[in-house]
């Protein structure tokens, strides 16, 4: 009951963000979000975090935060300044909301891998540095009066109440270090968001420690099919991520809500399946706002991850991804169901390869593919697989960020594709 709460609130949310946007900013604009990265000791800068993607914690404790606001209303002057208490050094002055700071020193965002290698963390990140324990951040400008900014942490085992526009978030003097935050901006005048933690009701929690997997499905919804592997994945206490066709979904709603139900990620397919390397800026903007705003209208929920169909992206269309605050999702196997829909050969193109931090190709289109994923998923988990969605994944091996490519998530790191 509480999490269906959350998604009509989540919802009204967006909604009031997407009216306000179209009655005085450009038609068609995406809402304004907050993104945000932190920088565990143990592993460096996370990926990025925003209102409907998975909160930043992870293994360790917090030395560095770097803020940054998404689509910004261009008639709309102002940014984010911050502060982080560090450790022995007190307040600290952040940088704009381009930048970050890591415990007095000034964040430079990481350069993008090569084709093939492994992206590799700030050096600095793993070094001595001192732990936050508490943080500020508010809006400048015009943004202040119109928009009211939230955020949380996680600390001592648990997150605290959230603060808003420029209040102390965390602990002082206690011994107490910052894991986790998580930070949401919305209009002023509607209702602030609640302090209970959110954790999905009955979902089983994903553990850092075991190997885990993303199945992922491409080209629905489609009921027959769809809802078959949803209740595969609700058997076996797995989830997956459904990259959608927007022009699909409002005729599958009941699937995609029970996507949500089960605590499945929604993704973007494009609104026609197109190949975004063919399309003008403004197609490009068009087929992918289109698909998150019609499974916004099915579900609550707002896409904020893409897979492009056909797996095809250039350095023109990650530009644009990255304007729109999203990482492009390939895959590291291809079990080519599409091609031959046969179960038992989509089967056996899977556990003849599957390793931790996999990410599976399949489409939720073909009977089929429901056939394989009735063999798959229980056979992944009896081999201590969990079965997790891509930005779960994401989240305990390096993160993703806007604009960049990412096909399969190592134990130790992410690796771009």
């Keep these: 009951m509480m999490k269906k709460k959350r998604q009509r ?37 996370s990926g990025s975090g925003n209102a409907h993607a998975p909160c930043l914690q992870g293994e360790g404790y917090l030395t560095g935060m770097r803020f940054q606001l998404m689509n910004r209303p261009d008639e ?12 022995g050094l007190g307040w600290i002055d ?19 891998a090569a084709s093939g290698q492994e992206a590799q963390p700030d050096a600095a990140a793993l070094g001595e540095e001192p732990p936050l324990e508490a943080v500020r951040i508010w809006l400048t400008g015009g943004l202040e009066t119109e928009y009211d900014l939230y955020y949380r942490v996680y600390q001592n085992g648990g997150w605290l109440p959230w603060s808003s526009n420029g209040q102390e978030a965390g602990v002082l003097g206690q011994g107490f270090w910052i894991n986790g935050i998580q930070a949401l901006i919305q209009r002023k005048g509607l209702e602030p968001p609640e302090d209970e933690e959110e954790e999905e009701e009955g979902l089983p929690q994903v553990d850092p420690s075991r190997p885990m997997i993303a199945l992922t499905f491409d080209d629905g919804p489609r009921a027959s099919v769809t809802d078959r592997i949803l209740a ?57 706002g289109g698909t998150n705003q019609a499974v916004l209208d099915a579900c609550g929920i707002l ?22 605050g999203m990482p492009a999702v390939m895959w590291s196997i291809d079990t080519r169901d599409w091609q031959h829909r046969d179960a038992q050969m989509t089967v056996e193109a899977v556990l003849s390869q599957v390793k931790d931090g996999d990410i599976v190709l399949m489409h939720d289109i073909y009977p089929s593919t429901a056939d394989a994923a009735a063999v798959l998923i229980p056979a992944l988990t009896e081999r201590g697989y969990q079965l997790v969605t891509v930005s779960e994944l994401a989240m305990y091996r ?19 594709k």
């Design 9 to 45: 609130k989540y919802a009204a949310i967006l909604f009031g963000l997407l009216f306000s946007l179209a009655m005085g900013g450009k038609a068609g604009q995406e809402p304004m979000m907050i993104g945000y990265q932190g920088k565990f000791n143990t592993s460096g800068w």
């Design 76 to 87: 709309t002057e102002g940014g984010i300044e911050f502060q982080v208490n560090a450790g």
């Design 94 to 112: 952040g940088k704009s909301s381009e930048s970050g700071t890591m415990a007095g020193q000034e964040a430079q965002p990481e350069k993008e």
């Design 232 to 288: 595969y994945l609700r058997e076996s206490g797995g989830r997956a991520t459904f990259f959608m066709v927007g022009n699909r979904v409002a005729a599958n709603e009941n699937s995609v809500n029970q996507m949500v139900a089960q605590g499945c990620q929604v993704g973007n397919h494009t609104f026609d399946h197109q190949y975004i390397t063919r399309l003008s800026l403004e197609e490009m903007q068009q087929q992918i």
């Design 303 to 324: 896409p904020m991850v893409i897979r492009p169909p056909g797996g095809k992206v250039d350095e023109a269309s990650l530009t644009v991804l990255e304007t729109m």
């Design 398 to 416: 390096g993160g993703m960020l806007p604009g960049h490519k990412y096909s399969r998530f190592s134990p130790a790191k992410a690796v771009q």
